[in-house]
């Protein structure tokens, strides 16, 4: 069995979408990031075509600029061989200067056929020999008439140099044009200088330039010159219809490779290698992925946030929306949920109402009242809790929901032990003997019933048992038609009050009983009854829909529709020339105890200019008791108005004969219960004749209610009772009725 009710949010409502954004924010992250890294390699795949289709260009030009160069050092050469061909008989040293300076050429050596130099304008060359492997031995040795070399360092100082040969019958000349102007034109073109800048200015690490056996030519990195890459498949490329691009990711090196052929013309002339470290991509790829890491953590963290915030708030609400504030227990809402929940047959539901929990508020203000109720609430929690749920469902009540079958006797102890629990919370707290609970049961046999309904059903059963003998009652389906038939009465009571001259007109109307001397036989006044049918329900008996009207707030708009039509009444017996005759009108409790009353009263009579001295008020001793103090209050001023008070149904409440001397009356209506007794009882056990003599002796008239024998009248006679109500003379009439009795008693004494 639940040892106690909750109502609770699943945590997994609100995980389960978290975990899905997550998870799809999570991948779509990892795309991005996939995404922007192989858009950053196919950029750098990009950028090494570039590359080389760059060199190609750029090792195109250089070729290119370098063949007019030595075209025009050519040109100069010949034209210098041709020259020098025309001194050959007059060779010497100054005239070799001469000659050097008139044709622009920075060096002239005059050989001999052994290869020595005999004559020069560098005269700190004379008698430096050729040597084997040296050019110039190699132009000695061979048959040509001349020769042109081209541009290189001189073996002796190194300098940059054009070199020419041209035979003369005893030896051969040498001319050298200095291209040591043309250096940094050449050593523009010159590959590894070419290469390094390429890659100085696309920041790449190294560029190298392959030949067809994959052995590095040149290179921006000169250690890398002479090297082999070992990549057979680079070979391949270079076959007619190959893709022009190889790109190789070397992540252990942390090195990116693309390899692509470079082409003069349709020629390829070797493959440019281009290597870039990783890193930077590396390092944006690590970058991306911590900002997309974070990106997710912070998200993943606010939205965490989010949904504990918004579920700790739903579970407030509920909790708020389930549970009592003050008792801090399920409340009513909780106790439907659970009925609906449970779903079984044979369950029952008990409703405790610690009725005059209202007096203790009352008499030690509201603050001490919720405190000592919430620790009410603890304790009955603490003694049921293992067994059954517990719920305070409004105001002092209690719901105890019993979620398995109990037989009839059970639950008559269940609602016992309710009632004792709750006096022992009580006497705990150190009030004893101070509580009235009453205990209604609604056994559920349906576990389709509609909690609301059986809700309803308990509440009306607890209506029905205030004033049950037993602290608790069963519901029945008879308590509901009741409840039915109180509110159709309710309705109709309402409606015909609102205009009583409307719809409604007729449902309510007033008859007269006459109240007669006893001595005289004559009529001394008339008591107002009230009288109310329905269609569909018939007569209403009085007491019935006096009740539902002072449960209902209705007693006052009653008892003023009342006292307008005995006024009425009052007139025509005046109009009739019964100016003696009064007319007696009861009075509710609630009606009585509203401020105001006593004007309220007399304002009425004056509007038909009548005095409260012709008008009885009658109520009973429980009217009285409710609150007597000022109770007697009102009455005392009633009767400095005029009005005559009288206590109706006297004998049947609690009220004593020393309370009637305190009490500010006139007359004692003794009830029917004494007088029906006159015709059942031994005279001598009859109490009526001491009751009429008491009266007496206070100063007070007596009527006896309900006589409807002559027995009893002659009875009431003998023991100086001065008035009588009953069928024996009268039942109540209508106004018209009325008249016409006191009309025919009038020409009856007449005649
Ligand atoms: P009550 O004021 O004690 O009125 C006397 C009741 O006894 C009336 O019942 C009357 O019809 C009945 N009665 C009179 N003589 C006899 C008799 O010989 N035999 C029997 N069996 N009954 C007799 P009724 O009219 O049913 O009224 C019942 C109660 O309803 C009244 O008791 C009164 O307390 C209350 N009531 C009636 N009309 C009004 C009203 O307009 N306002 C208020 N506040 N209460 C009213
Ligand atoms: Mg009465
Ligand atoms: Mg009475």
Known sequence: MPSRYKKNLSLKYFVVPAIIILLTFATVSFLAIRGIRSSFYSLLEQQATQHAENYALQITKSTEAIEVINELLNDKLLTAMNSVSLIVDRIDNETLTVWADSLGIDEIYYYNQAGEILYSNQEHYLGWMSYPGHPVDDFRLSPEPFRIEDIRPDSESGILNK???VRTPEGFFQLGIRAIRLDTLVDAFEPNSLLTEMAHKTHVDTLYLLNSDRIVQSSSDPSLIGSRIEEPSLQEMLAPGEPQVMIKRLPEEGVYQVYTPVKLGDTTVGILGLTTSLAPTQRMSDQLTIFGLVAIAVIFGSLSHAVYITYKRKNQLLEMAYHDPNSGLPNRRSLLSTVLDNRQANTALLLAHVRNFDNINLVYGFHFGHTLFRALAQHVQAS????YQVFHVAGNRFGFYVPTYLPKDELIALAKEVVEVLEEAIEEQGFKHQLDVRVAICDIPDPQADPEKIFANVSVALLHGETAEEPYIFFTPAMEEQLLRSDVIERELRR??????????????????????LTTNEVVYFEALTRMHLPGLGRIAPPEFIKIAEQQQLAVELGKWVLCESCKFLRQLREHGFDHILVSINISASDLLQTGFAKRMIDLVGQYQLTPQIINLEMTESTLMLDSDTAN???????????CIAIDDFGTGYSSFARLEDLSVDIIKIDKFFVDKILTTDTERLVIGDLVRMCHRLGLKVVAEGVEEETQRQYLKEQGCDLMQGYLFSRPLLPADAIELLQSHRRSQLA
């Open 163 to 165: 070199y020419s040969y």
């Open 384 to 387: 049921f809790a293992d067994r």
């Open 496 to 517: 015909f009050l609102t205009d009583p001259q409307g719809e409604q007109a007729g449902r309510l109307w007033v008859e007269y009983q006459p109240i007669v001397d």
């Open 633 to 643: 209050e009102v009455l005392q001023s009633l009767r400095a108005q005029g009005f």
